[in-house]
């Protein structure tokens, strides 16, 4: 497999979040258990019996590949090609009755994300980016927004609850220069960002699992992610310290700007 991602792997992609969304959306709104793992995150059956169900996908059509997923660890991750797999990204949001959680799914090739995939269940939303391939919500193309100043930009955060110390003073010093600050998207806010419905996506700390599939889904479409030292995420790279994404470098330089400025 070598050059543009194949259409046979993206309808597979797609295939796994269908299989992951029968399983979520029959948990969704039930009122299920809810329970805490060693971090302290929410966890419910819905993560655990999704993920399953994706991993059995993958060992029957590619048994050669390996899987870095959120609820039931790593095997073969230094194969050639590695699925990574969060059922539930925004589980918070899924226990309390919200559509905003997403599903991601990324493959990666020697360590490199080819495809992207995040789907949001409820409300059939699915976005795609692929290597050679434009990115794609619900099928058509995207771009993101031609936005090239703060005052002018659309942010979505998760929360600022997850940010601590002088990183939240930061967010919010962003946050009060941006034209509307959005909460509660969860991965869902970086397809919004290919979409050309925001500008700016801000987030915490991230495993791989969780921002690997956003690298070609908003680069597909146009974007830029780093962190917040400006350094590109362009592969695998163990826990990702605190994420910016952006429509473009204009507005990536200036929120980079805000977020490094050193306090009064």
């Known amino acids: 497999m ?7 792997v993206i309808a597979f992609a797609h295939a796994l979040a269908d299989a992951n969304a029968r399983v979520t959306l029959g948990y969704f709104q039930k009122g299920i258990a809810i329970e805490d793992k060693h971090d302290d995150s929410p966890v419910t059956v819905a993560d655990r019996e999704g993920e399953a169900a994706m991993r059995r996908l ?5 048994p050669d590949h390996g899987i870095i997923g959120e609820e039931h660890g790593r095997e073969k991750e230094d194969a050639e090609y590695v699925w990574t797999l969060d059922p539930v990204d925004g589980t918070a949001a899924f226990v ?8 991601l799914i990324a493959l990666l090739r020697n360590g490199q994300p080819i495809l992207g995939l995040i789907d949001n269940p409820p409300l059939k939303q699915r976005w795609v980016g692929a290597l050679g391939h434009p990115t794609t919500f619900c099928g058509r193309p995207v771009r993101v ?6 005052e002018q930009a659309m942010l979505s955060c998760a929360s600022a609850h997850y940010f601590y110390g002088h990183h939240r003073n930061a967010f919010y010093r962003l946050a009060e220069r941006v034209k509307l600050p959005t909460y509660g998207h969860y991965c869902v806010g970086y397809g919004l960002l290919a979409a050309g419905f925001v500008d700016l996506v801000v987030d915490g700390t991230m495993m791989p699992y969780d921002y690997l599939p956003l690298v070609p889904i908003v680069t597909g479409a146009g974007g830029l ?11 695998l790279r163990g826990k990702a310290d605190h994420l910016i994404a952006a429509a473009n470098r204009e507005l990536l330089e200036a929120a980079l700007g805000e977020l490094n400025k050193a306090p009064d």
């Open 145 to 150: 927004r031609e936005v090239r100043r703060l």
């Open 58 to 62: 993958i060992g029957e059509r590619f």
């Open 96 to 103: 309390v009755g919200s559509a905003m959680f997403g599903t």
């Open 2 to 8: 070598t050059g543009p991602c194949p259409s046979d």
């Open 225 to 235: 992610i780093t962190d917040w030292q400006g350094r590109e995420i362009t592969g």
